[in-house]
């Protein structure tokens, strides 16, 4: 809603994955040339870590862009699924057509014949596992006898694993350690230094601008976006994106650290109020709801 005012072609922060808005700061860019490396070269595994937020999905759909149909890739991000389940979501995601049966071995050759065909004409079949902490230690023994698939060469699947950081506890487990000794690349996502924050947030800016973005920010209000989210990118985008509607609402393109300041406090994560403070607030609220205006 802000977006002509600040001369903006499309909302800056959003906070999904998409590649267009993919901003490389130098440990993404390792990253991704990295999980690049790892499939076209037929490595075997790659597993990233990374907090809530931290950019380990926006970096996986950058990289199936970037391989485009070179790779036949099943994404599976739903890992609270039995064990047949998973199975049958690989199958749907690479594609592979799959009867009622419910006979694990049934699916699992499938796959092998899919992927022995892909081999062979030369395409990469890539696993990508995001949200992997919630994989119990059973659904990785059966990804990993999945992609057990290898030629005198080379694995014939290549497996990512991303996930938070707590991950790595489930892949200590001495059951996993087959699986661990062919992770061949491994890499933890930090949150963003204040230089990269900034250069982040003027990259969006200029992505999502109609030639020139009319809006500027002081460096005490990146100084306080940064203290408030720890250079996460997702906080970034949420307060960003709060800051431009509180600067639109007072009519100026100045995002100083007073309107960050009233962006913060409105942001949804602020238990700091009285809960008796937030409930008298709710009829003031809804009155701008159904004004039209966000919160
Ligand atoms: N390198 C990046 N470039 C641009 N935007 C990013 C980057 N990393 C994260 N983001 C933004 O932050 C949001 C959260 O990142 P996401 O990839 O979903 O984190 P995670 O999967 O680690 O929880 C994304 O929706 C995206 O808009
Ligand atoms: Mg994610």
Request: charged share 15%; net charge positive.
């Given at each position: 809603m802000y977006e002509s005012f600040f001369n903006?072609?499309?909302?800056?922060?959003?906070?999904?994955?998409?590649p267009r808005f993919f901003y490389e700061t130098e440990q993404h860019r390792e990253a991704l040339a990295k999980l690049e490396y790892t499939v076209r070269n037929r490595r075997g595994f790659a597993l990233i870590t990374g907090e809530i937020g931290s950019g380990k999905t926006t970096l996986i759909r950058t990289l199936m862009r970037r391989l485009g149909s070179d790779a036949r890739i099943a994404i599976v991000n739903?890992?609270?699924?039995?064990s047949e389940q998973l199975l049958r979501l690989i199958c749907q995601e690479l594609g592979v057509e799959v009867g009622p049966e419910k006979d694990k071995s049934v699916l699992i050759a499938q796959i092998k014949r899919f992927v022995e065909h892909q081999a062979a004409v030369g395409r990469n079949v890539v696993i990508i596992i995001d949200?992997?902490?919630?994989?119990?230690i059973d659904e990785f023994e059966e990804i990993r006898l999945l992609t057990n698939l290898e030629s005198e060469t080379e694995k014939l699947v290549q497996l990512l694993i991303l996930g938070q950081p707590e991950l790595r506890n489930t892949l200590r487990h001495p059951r996993l350690a087959p699986l661990i000794q062919r992770i061949c690349m491994y890499c933890h996502l930090q949150p963003m230094g204040f230089t990269d924050m900034t250069r982040y947030i003027a990259f969006r800016l200029v992505r999502a601008g109609?030639?020139?973005?009319?809006v500027d920010f002081s460096r005490e209000a990146l100084q306080m976006i940064y203290q408030y989210t720890k250079g996460i990118p997702r906080l970034v985008n949420l307060c960003c994106d709060n800051a431009l509607l509180a600067g639109y609402s007072n009519d100026t393109k100045l995002i100083d650290s007073g309107i960050v300041r009233r962006a913060i406090s409105q942001m949804?994560?602020?238990?700091?109020?009285q809960m008796t403070d937030i409930v008298e607030e709710w009829p003031v609220q809804n009155q701008e709801i159904e004004d039209g205006r966000r919160i």
């Open positions: 903006l072609a499309c909302s800056p922060f959003q906070n999904t994955p998409n739903n890992t609270r699924v039995s949200e992997g902490q919630c994989l119990s109609k030639g020139r973005p009319n949804m994560p602020n238990f700091e109020g």
